[in-house]
């Protein structure tokens, strides 16, 4: 592992970067969007527990813990079946309405604070607008790999200014109702006309981001450590991939 000394000036860094670059022959950054660039789960997190103090108090079940697990549970179950469609939360939360007989209005509301999470304006993760500066001040080309809808995408790219670094027909968009795989992966590289050899994939998910990417042979993969990530997302992955905090650690490893 490479060690970022604490003696170079930002000039020397970015000329190293760029020739870990050309070395490499790295002509396409491939991002993920959510919790590698934006906040995603903190709105997701809070949602849900807006939720489950709702349910708290307006059905049988008084136990906030009890909701958490329940509702946690059932999401993914329909992540399986509906990936990232926003429609699936009114799947979990039909699901607990008929076992728990909830209200139709409790039930209503309920689906109301889940929808609620496409409209909150989202914030970078920490770390992601530096890095996001840096390659742009080395001129290093960026592309976004996500498996959200248009609209919601479309939303996240305004509220984080992103036009700043990439342009729009640069947002790769997966099938919301599937999950990232490595076909996926090979599309978006078509997409954007490049071999995997000559990229760099940026994710936080084993399972969505590094793994089907690197299968394809992408060589460079980092992966954005998240402790709070969903489980579902959770796998081993190859050795070769580095483990960052955020986007800006990438440099750390290139000196």
């Not at 309405?97 to 409790?106: D, I, R, T």
Request: glycine share 2%.
């Amino acid at each position: 592992m490479q060690v970022e000394s604490p003696h170079l000036s930002p000039i020397e860094k970015e000329l190293r970067f760029n020739d870990w670059r050309r070395n490499n022959n790295i002509q396409l950054f491939l991002l993920d969007l959510d919790d590698t660039l934006c906040d995603t789960q903190s709105v997701f997190n809070r949602q849900i527990s807006l939720a489950c103090n709702y349910l708290a108090n307006n059905s049988p079940l008084p136990e906030n813990n009890v909701w958490e697990k329940e509702i946690r549970s059932i999401n993914d179950i329909y992540f399986e079946q509906y990936g990232v469609n926003p429609n699936r939360w009114n799947q979990v939360v039909d699901t607990l309405s008929n076992k728990y007989l909830l209200h139709f209005q409790v039930a209503s509301y309920v689906k109301e604070i889940f929808q609620d999470i496409y409209t909150t304006p989202l914030q970078f993760k920490v770390g992601a607008k530096e890095g996001l500066d840096f390659f742009k001040k080395t001129d290093t080309p960026m592309a976004i790999v996500t498996h959200a809808n248009k609209d919601w995408t479309w939303r996240k790219y305004n509220w984080l200014g992103l036009n700043k670094y990439l342009d729009w027909n640069d947002v790769y968009i997966v099938d919301e109702n599937g999950h990232k795989t490595p076909q996926s992966w090979q599309s978006a590289l078509n997409y954007f006309k490049i071999q995997a050899s000559d990229c760099v994939v940026v994710g936080d998910s084993p399972r969505s981001d590094i793994n089907p990417a690197t299968s394809i042979g992408i060589r460079h993969s980092f992966l954005v450590k998240n402790s709070n990530s969903w489980s579902i997302h959770q796998q081993e992955v190859p050795k070769e991939t580095k483990i960052i905090n955020n986007l800006s650690d990438i440099v750390k490893y290139t000196l």
